[in-house]
C-alpha cells in the first residue's frame, strides 16, 4: 500500500520508532485536553488548521480571485485519498460525507423487484436507511441480528445468496468495536456475485486497507474521525469497473468531461469517480483534509494502526485492573481503535461527566462507556483516564 512506503523521516514503517510525539505536537487539543473520542469526532490537526485560517483570510480579503489554487487544494486531497487506499485518483470521489458515498450505490444500482440487500441490525442509521428506503421498488433488506457486537459467520453466509446485490457492511462496528476481515466479507460477496460497500468511517486513516488486493468494491467514509478532517467532507472509493453500473445521481456542472465550459451543454460524462460529485465543492474542509491526510499517509496506516492497537491494549489491561469490564471483543486481528467498558455499580453517563470535568473526553454508549484513542494519544493519557474513572 502506498500510505505504508511512503515516509517523511526514517522509521514511520517501523512502528517502534516513529515519532510520536512529534504528531501529538501537532495536535492542538492535546494541550487542554485527554482526547479519547475519536470514533465521534476528530480534532483537527495543526496543519489542517492552518490551511483552513489562510483560506477564510484568502476568501474574505480576495473573494474568488484565487480560486485555481483552491481546486489544486482540492485535487491534492483527492491524490492523498487515492494513496489512503493504494488506488488511482480517477477511482476517489470527494463527498460530503459517508451517507453520500452509501446512496451513490442506493439510488444508482439498477435493481430489480426481488433483489436483496445484506446488513446488520446494529449498523450505524447511515448503513441503513439508505437500503431501507429500497422496499417499495420491491427490494428485500436483510437486516442480521449480531451478538456480542459481531454477527456469526455462518449466519452471514446463509443470507447471501443468488439475488443478493449488495452487502453492506461497516468495516469497524461503532458499538461493539469489532473489526471484520474485509478479505473475507469480499470473498463471500463475490462468490454469489455481490457488491460488497464498506462503511469504513470508524478505521480509515489508522487501518490499511490497500484495494489493489482486497477487492472491496465501494468504499464510504467521512472525514472527521479517524482522518482528522472537519465535518462536511468524505471520501468514496469506487472500483473502477463499477463507474458505469451505478447510475449517477444529483448531477452538476462538476459531473461531466468539460466541466469548465458552462457554454457546452452535452452530457458526456467523465470517466472517473468525480462524475458523481455534481455541483460546487465544501473547498475548504477538502483543503483541510488534504493536509491531514498527507499527515496520516507520511506516517503510514501500518505504524499508524499498531500504535493504535498498542494503546487499546494498555487501555484494556489498565481499566480491568481498575475494576472496569471491557466488553469489547479483541480477539487478534479484529481490534480496533474503540474500546467499550463498564464500572460496575457507576453510570456511564455520571462517570462521562465526571472524565470531563477532569478535561478527559470519551462517550457513552448504549449504558457503556467507549474511548477511542488515535495515534498521537500516549501512556500518560491513559494513567489519567485510569485515575479518573476509578
Known amino acids: 500500500m502506498a500510505s505504508q512506503n511512503s515516509t517523511p523521516h ?19 487539543v492535546a494541550r487542554r485536553w485527554v482526547y479519547l473520542d475519536h470514533a465521534a469526532i476528530g480534532p483537527l490537526p495543526e496543519p489542517a488548521r492552518a490551511v483552513l485560517a489562510d483560506w477564510v483570510e484568502d476568501a474574505s480579503a480576495n473573494g474568488g480571485a484565487h480560486w485555481p489554487d483552491w481546486n489544486r487544494g482540492v485535487e491534492a486531497c483527492r491524490i492523498e485519498a487515492a494513496r489512503l487506499f493504494g488506488c488511482k485518483p480517477d477511482e476517489i470521489a470527494l463527498l460530503g460525507n459517508t451517507a453520500q458515498g452509501l446512496n451513490l ?175 460546487s465543492a465544501n473547498i475548504p474542509g477538502m483543503i483541510a483534509l488534504g493536509k491531514s491526510l498527507k499527515l496520516l499517509n507520511d506516517y503510514g496506516a501500518a505504524a499508524l494502526s499498531a500504535r493504535v492497537v498498542e494503546l487499546t491494549d494498555l487501555a484494556c489491561r489498565r481499566l480491568r485492573e481498575a475494576g472496569a469490564v471491557v466488553v469489547t471483543d479483541r480477539q487478534p486481528g479484529h481490534e480496533s481503535g474503540i474500546v467499550l467498558f463498564e464500572m460496575p455499580g457507576r453510570d456511564s453517563e455520571e462517570l462521562a461527566r465526571h472524565c470531563l470535568d477532569r478535561r478527559i473526553i470519551l462517550r457513552p454508549r448504549g449504558g457503556r462507556l467507549r474511548i477511542s484513542p488515535h495515534a498521537y494519544n500516549n501512556e500518560e493519557d491513559i494513567d489519567r483516564l485510569v485515575e479518573a474513572i476509578a
Not at 526514517?10 to 492542538?28: E, H, I, K, S, T
Not at 446494529?122 to 448503513?127: Q, S, V
Request: proline share 6%.
Open 10 to 28: 526514517d522509521g514511520y514503517c517501523d512502528p517502534p520508532r516513529a515519532d510520536w510525539a512529534a504528531f501529538r505536537r501537532l495536535m492542538p
Open 105 to 279: 450505490v442506493a439510488e444508482g444500482f439498477p435493481w430489480q423487484p426481488g433483489d436483496n440487500v445484506v446488513t446488520l441490525a446494529d449498523e450505524f442509521p447511515t448503513n441503513q436507511y439508505p437500503w431501507m428506503n429500497l422496499t417499495d421498488r420491491g427490494v428485500e433488506v436483510r437486516r442480521l441480528p449480531t451478538e456480542g457486537g459481531r454477527v456469526d459467520g455462518g449466519r452471514l453466509a446463509r443470507a447471501v445468496d443468488s439475488r443478493t446485490r449488495v452487502l453492506a457492511i461497516s468495516w469497524i462496528s461503532y458499538l461493539s468495536g469489532w473489526r471484520y476481515d474485509v478479505d473475507e466479507l469480499a470473498a463471500l460477496a463475490h462468490r454469489h456475485g455481490a457488491m460488497l460497500v464498506l462503511d469504513a468511517i470508524q478505521g480509515l486513516g489508522v487501518f490499511p486497507l490497500d484495494v489493489a488486493q482486497t477487492p472491496v468494491d465501494v468504499v464510504a467514509a467521512g472525514g472527521y474521525k479517524w482522518m482528522l478532517g472537519p465535518e462536511g467532507v468524505g471520501i468514496c472509493y469506487v472500483r473502477r469497473e463499477h463507474l458505469d453500473r451505478l447510475r449517477p445521481m444529483g448531477l452538476g456542472w462538476h459531473s461531466v468531461v468539460h466541466a469548465q465550459d458552462f457554454s457546452r451543454i452535452e452530457l458526456d460524462l467523465r470517466r472517473e469517480a468525480a462524475r458523481y460529485e455534481g455541483g
